[in-house]
């Protein structure tokens, strides 16, 4: 079956844009994760969606990221006003519940801020 | 908070030597512990994964132990192909609490296998 799948797969942007990232989870996947991982780091956890509500935001950076998750299925990373420093890849992940269950990554959006 | 400290990279070995990547933890309570992979050009993969102390986590040849005394998560090896050239992370979900399924990783290691 189809895995998590992102778009776009490559963004590049001006400092103070805005740009929205979409994820799109494995079908019947209730939990969605997004990370951001920096040149030569691991993954830093962003924000984790149950269903429709964000049931833990506390890895969001600043006021200028936000997400949705309004049917419970796709979700969309917000940045408003972009900085250098948000340059990234911006990765997405679902798994069947919450907990103890795997969890599926995409390939990631790689974001450039010019 | 939550960390997690991998060896320091890159790895550098011929093909059939024997790997250990070095991974330790610091968390509350009783985590759990995984390694993901990623491949060129590819995404995050599961390994392999651990869900208490003693249990061995074990998937294509590399395995892993939870060392509760030791707080460690060491991948290894017997004896490695070209194709197992990646990057390595290892990875720690909190037991429960607000973050339950929030994922902490390690700054990954990367693996280069030559023939």
């Known amino acids: 079956g189809a895995g998590v799948s992102q778009t776009p797969s490559n963004k590049v942007t001006e400092k103070g844009k805005y740009v929205e990232l979409r994820c799109d989870p494995i079908?019947?996947?209730?939990?969605l994760y997004w990370y951001r991982q920096s040149l030569g780091q691991g993954p830093e956890f962003l924000i984790y969606?149950?269903?429709?509500?964000?049931?833990?935001d506390s890895g969001l950076p600043n006021d200028r990221f936000f997400a949705v998750r309004p049917e419970g299925s796709v979700s969309t990373l917000k940045i408003q006003r972009t900085e250098r420093g948000d340059s990234a890849v911006y990765l997405c992940?679902?798994?069947?519940?919450?907990?103890?269950?795997?969890?599926?990554f995409g390939p990631g959006t790689r974001l450039t801020v010019l | 908070g939550d960390s997690v400290t991998q060896m320091e990279g890159p790895v550098t070995l011929s093909e059939e030597a024997f790997l250990t990547i070095n991974c330790t933890y610091t968390?509350?309570?009783?985590?759990?512990l995984f390694w993901y992979v990623q491949y060129p050009g590819e995404g995050l993969q599961l390994l392999l994964k651990?869900?208490?102390?003693?249990d061995k986590g074990s998937n294509k040849g590399f395995e892993a132990t939870y060392r509760k005394e030791t707080t460690s998560f060491h991948l290894e090896k017997g004896s490695v192909q070209v194709s197992d050239s990646a990057v390595y992370f290892c990875?720690?979900?909190?037991?429960?609490?607000?973050?339950?399924?929030?994922?902490?990783f390690g700054q990954g290691t990367i693996l280069t296998v030559h023939p």
């Open positions: 969606f149950q269903g429709t509500g964000a049931a833990d």
């Open positions: 968390a509350t309570g009783y985590p759990s």
């Open positions: 990875a720690l979900r909190e037991a429960g609490g607000t973050s339950y399924g929030k994922l902490t």
């Open positions: 079908s019947g996947h209730t939990a």
């Open positions: 651990a869900t208490k102390a003693d």
């Open positions: 992940a679902s798994s069947q519940g919450a907990g103890v269950r795997a969890q599926y």
